[in-house]
């Protein structure tokens, strides 16, 4: 079993920035991707950023410039600073962690959310 627990909920005034970090814990080989999403009310969930296991990045085009992703190996942890958050930014935040599994005699991989965080972001 695999836990993702996102951290770093608050409320934040137009303009101001906000760090979320997500750890993952548990029976963790090794971990692929690490990526967010969020969830806007009333839209549907959309992908917003991601890094590979090599650290490469790759962010939504809505908000490229005021995103940075950011992973700490050592402790399958990912983090998302924003910038400039703006109300249409308001969203719960959700972490997925692809992680890959060691059964003896072979590999899979299984991606885990976490249970999301709420952003509000007042005008």
């Known amino acids: 079993q695999v836990q993702v627990v996102e951290s770093g909920e608050g409320l934040v005034q137009a303009g101001g920035s906000l760090r979320l970090s997500c750890a993952a814990s548990?029976?963790?080989?090794?971990?692929?991707?690490m990526a967010w999403y969020r969830q806007a009310p009333g839209k549907q969930r959309e992908w917003v950023a991601v890094?590979?296991?090599?650290?490469?990045?790759n962010y939504v085009d809505s908000m490229k410039g005021r995103l940075t992703i950011t992973r700490d190996n050592a402790k399958n942890t990912v983090y998302l600073q924003m910038n400039n958050l703006q109300p249409d930014d308001t969203a719960v935040y959700y972490c997925?962690?692809?992680?890959?599994?060691?059964?003896?005699?072979?590999?899979?991989?299984?991606?885990?959310w976490g249970k999301g965080t709420l952003v509000p972001v007042s005008s």
């Open positions: 548990g029976s963790i080989f090794s971990i692929n991707a």
């Open positions: 890094i590979t296991s090599v650290g490469s990045t």
């Open positions: 997925t962690v692809n992680v890959r599994h060691d059964d003896p005699g072979r590999y899979y991989d299984v991606t885990y």
